[in-house]
């Protein structure tokens, strides 16, 4: 059984994979195999619990790939706050 988070990004993903890694029966990551393609994007572990934003656009592959063998959590923040977060961020490298 896995655990995917899914999130807009700015909404306390990483927080959440930190502190999935106290539970004992199950690793946890952030943004783990974000530099991968095709079958190995999606190629996690058993057990495993992955937050990344990015997996809002895999939800389909998902799907295929674990079926019933998933959960999915989406974390919300408030609106407001994730926007402004977004732009605090705006001249970092990976947002230009």
């Given at each position: 059984m896995n655990v995917f988070i899914l999130t807009?990004?700015?909404s306390g993903s990483l927080t959440f994979a930190?502190?999935?890694r106290h539970i004992s029966n199950y690793t946890?990551?952030?943004e783990s195999r974000v530099g991968l393609v095709g079958d190995e994007r999606l190629a996690y572990p058993d057990q495993h619990i992955e937050a990344d934003p990015r997996l809002a656009w895999f939800i389909g592959r998902l799907e295929t790939a674990f079926g019933d063998d998933a959960y999915y959590v989406h974390l919300l923040r408030?609106?407001?706050a994730t926007a402004a977060s977004w732009v605090k961020r705006w001249n970092?490298?990976?947002m230009r």
């Open positions: 807009t990004g700015r930190e502190a999935c946890s990551s952030h408030d609106e407001e970092k490298p990976g």
